[in-house]
């Protein structure tokens, strides 16, 4: 299965509230990283915030996950740049290795390297986001290849 990968302009909040619920095929989101923080286990703050917006979530490994559509104020709340989200279609059946990241500042060759693309292949992993400066996508559907490099 190939992969595409890219840069693009704009923040993982502002595609996550503005297009996400327009693939029907993402149903969950795994958020590995917030604000560069990329370990939320006993973070009051997040588990409040998602707590708060009524929307079914869980403790995944060091991160989240949470069913979408998830509201726009609550993405606004969470997400403020180098974020890294990561999108499926089921529950995530394995958490992200640790090795793999797609936040800034990510060389765009690890993006589409074995290592990213087999995890995405073997968990099902639709779409990754990881923004700073300019946002990072990964995917293995070549529709949203196609959305993102028109963004």
Known sequence: MKCWA?????TAREFINSYACGFSN????YISCLDSLNDFRGNSIIDSILAASGVPYY???KGVVACLPIPRD???K??????EAWFFG????????CDIY???PCPIDHL????????MQQSGCILGLGDGLELNYVTTDAMIAHFMEGQ
């Not at 890219?6 to 704009?10: A, L, P, R």
């Not at 993402?26 to 989101?29: G, L, R, S, T, V």
């Not at 969470?78 to 974020?83: E, I, S, V, Y």
């Not at 589409?112 to 995890?119: A, Y």
């Open 6 to 10: 890219g840069k693009t302009t704009g």
């Open 26 to 29: 993402m149903k969950y989101i």
């Open 59 to 61: 403790l995944f490994g």
């Open 74 to 76: 609550t993405v606004d």
């Open 78 to 83: 969470l997400f403020f740049g180098f974020d």
């Open 90 to 97: 089921s529950k995530p059946p394995s958490i992200k290795p």
């Open 102 to 104: 797609i936040v800034e």
């Open 112 to 119: 589409e390297s074995s290592l990213v693309c087999d995890w």
